[in-house]
């Protein structure tokens, strides 16, 4: 049956017939958490082409005075109109099999086939999530233990030659709430990273003393939580988020507010059944979707900017 890949569990010699356990046991895959966090753009489906523009509106500039001297006109500002685009693209993948191997199989072949598909999916839908969101024009390089690089044209502008620590949190939230003045969803900023990112957290002497009266299960449960009002996220997805720097010593992320990525869907991602074919011998299964990711804002000025960029050249 050339429709699945049998793996052979011993290099050389004589291959005997054993008993084969009825259960599968997957392959683990990796963990996908940013889907949630993508705005979808309303009113965008099916009969409409292949680009959507969206609206986005910059408020007027806070006056030196407000004050209004009698028998004067309230002076006019403006606000400022302007549009974004997405593109969106087919993305999908199939698994093929045969009426043969459904008829021989010990197992349900269509379903476990759906349920690989089904991980798959959830794997290239967060990556093309995390690509938009690393598209973010803030850069943030981690330069030392307490130094760091920001740049806000789309281009880190140093090598990070360290891990994140809490000081570097403080940085960021700071950075974000009083030189970008971004949003935060709800109370607080989110912040995804590669699990390597939040070792450096956990190993931090500050972490480790801040929680070791407060919260000292922390340590026993892995977690990390919410620290200098940004709620910490761990992901092990490597196509979403690399190990990167010198020595790839930092876990790459990104850090966020409110309405920071757009996700524009003419079809939301579906699994399909092949239409049998050779009178019904050859089946398969599919998931396919049309859409995709982009920046609300693609830009790194204060007022705009939603998303910081943790990363390395």
């Known amino acids: 049956m050339a429709e699945m890949t049998w793996a052979v569990d011993v290099p050389s010699g004589v291959m005997k017939n054993r008993a084969l356990s009825e259960k599968i046991y997957a392959q683990a895959v990796a963990n996908s958490k940013l889907v949630e966090y993508a705005t979808p753009v309303e009113g965008f489906g099916k009969k409409q082409g292949d680009t959507v523009s969206f609206k986005r509106i ?6 030196s005075s407000a004050k209004l001297t009698e028998g004067e006109p309230i002076p006019e500002d403006t606000t400022t109109i302007s549009t974004a685009s997405i593109t969106v693209s087919e993305y999908g993948r199939s698994i093929p099999y045969t009426s043969l191997m459904e008829d021989l199989a010990d197992f349900d072949v269509n379903n ?11 794997l290239v839908l967060d990556t093309i999530i995390a690509t938009a969101f690393k598209k973010a024009k803030v850069k943030y390089a981690v330069t030392g233990i307490a130094a760091n690089n920001i740049a806000t044209n789309g281009t880190f502008g140093a090598t990070s030659v360290a891990n994140l620590n809490v000081w570097h949190l403080g940085e960021i939230r ?6 970008l003045f971004v949003p935060p969803i709800g109370d607080a900023y989110i912040g995804v990273f590669r699990s390597l990112a939040l070792r450096g957290i956990k190993n931090d002497p500050d972490f480790i ?14 977690e990390v939580g919410m620290i200098e009002g940004i709620r910490l996220i761990e992901v092990n997805h490597s196509n979403a988020f690399g190990k990167v720097g010198t020595g790839s010593v930092l876990g790459e992320g990104v850090v966020f507010g409110d309405e920071a990525i757009a996700l524009a869907e003419v079809l939301t991602p579906e699994l399909r059944a092949k239409i049998p074919t050779g009178y019904g011998r050859d089946l398969g299964v599919a ?4 859409l995709e990711a982009g920046l609300i ?11 910081l960029h943790v990363g390395s050249l």
């Open 58 to 63: 910059a408020g007027p500039a806070e006056p």
């Open 112 to 122: 476990v086939v759906q349920k690989e598909l089904v991980k798959q999916m959830t």
């Open 174 to 179: 700071d950075y974000m709430y009083d030189t």
């Open 209 to 222: 003393e801040w929680n070791k009266y407060t919260t000292p299960e922390k340590k026993y449960t892995g």
């Open 287 to 290: 998931w396919y979707g049309i």
């Open 297 to 307: 804002w693609d830009t790194g000025n204060a007022g705009q900017a939603k998303i």
